[in-house]
């Protein structure tokens, strides 16, 4: 198999680098190759251009590369913080630029763009690691969780990927070491879950 791991968090000491790290790890140790971008290091280009948008478009290099890496994958992991219940701005670039059309969904024949259209992606599963300073209750009953919604059905719910998972790790602000290296045990424990060891 072929995970695709993205993630979006500034500070190379983040927990964020930490759980991207331990699901590279996790992956390659079940004998799976992996995709891994870190979008603020590779100082990606969230701004989609009206040039891009026609599907016929000729794309720039680095996001036809991006393209091609998601069409293949058979899981996708994507690793980011809680920021205004919503992904970091260089992540939402990344899902405007490349989780495009004819790549990630395409509309069926007749349909003019108004309709629900047909997912392409390939991927088995996505899985979301998300890191919080909001408490569980509160980001669901004050903020609705935004995060769930956005990624379980307006992005892979619509382009293919039915089968999904979601885990917070919150409050991360006054978390300890302990709680840290549990949580990246539940890391570890989501990818063997849903990108299990390849058998012989």
């Known amino acids: 198999m072929i995970i695709s791991v993205i993630l979006a ?4 000491k ?5 759980i ?3 699901a590279v790890e996790a992956i390659k140790a079940n004998g799976h190759n992996v ?16 040039k891009e948008i026609a599907n ?26 809680n920021w205004w219940g919503q992904p970091p701005a260089i992540l939402k670039g990344w899902v405007d630029r490349v989780i495009r059309p004819d790549v990630a969904y395409e509309f069926l024949e007749g349909d003019s763009g108004e309709g629900v259209p047909k997912g392409l992606l390939k991927a088995q599963a996505a899985l979301i690691f998300n890191t919080s300073n909001t408490e569980t209750q509160r ?3 004050v903020f609705g969780d935004p995060l769930e919604t956005i990624w379980k059905n307006c992005i892979f ?11 917070m790790f919150n409050v991360v602000v006054t978390s300890t070491e302990d709680q840290r290296r549990n949580w990246l045990i539940d890391v570890e424990k989501d990818i063997n879950t849903f990108f299990p060891q390849e058998t012989v």
């Open 56 to 81: 016929d478009t000729i794309l720039p290099a680095v996001i036809k590369i991006h393209c091609e890496e998601i069409a293949a994958a058979s899981g996708i992991v994507i690793v980011h913080p």
């Open 20 to 22: 991207a790290s331990a």
């Open 157 to 167: 719910g619509l382009c293919g990927v039915t089968n999904f998972h979601r885990r």
């Open 35 to 50: 995709f891994y971008h870190d979008l603020y290091q590779e100082k990606f280009d969230p701004l989609l251009q009206t």
């Open 139 to 141: 980001e669901k009953n």
């Open 14 to 18: 983040s927990f964020n680098h930490a």
């Open 9 to 12: 968090h500034p500070d190379p």
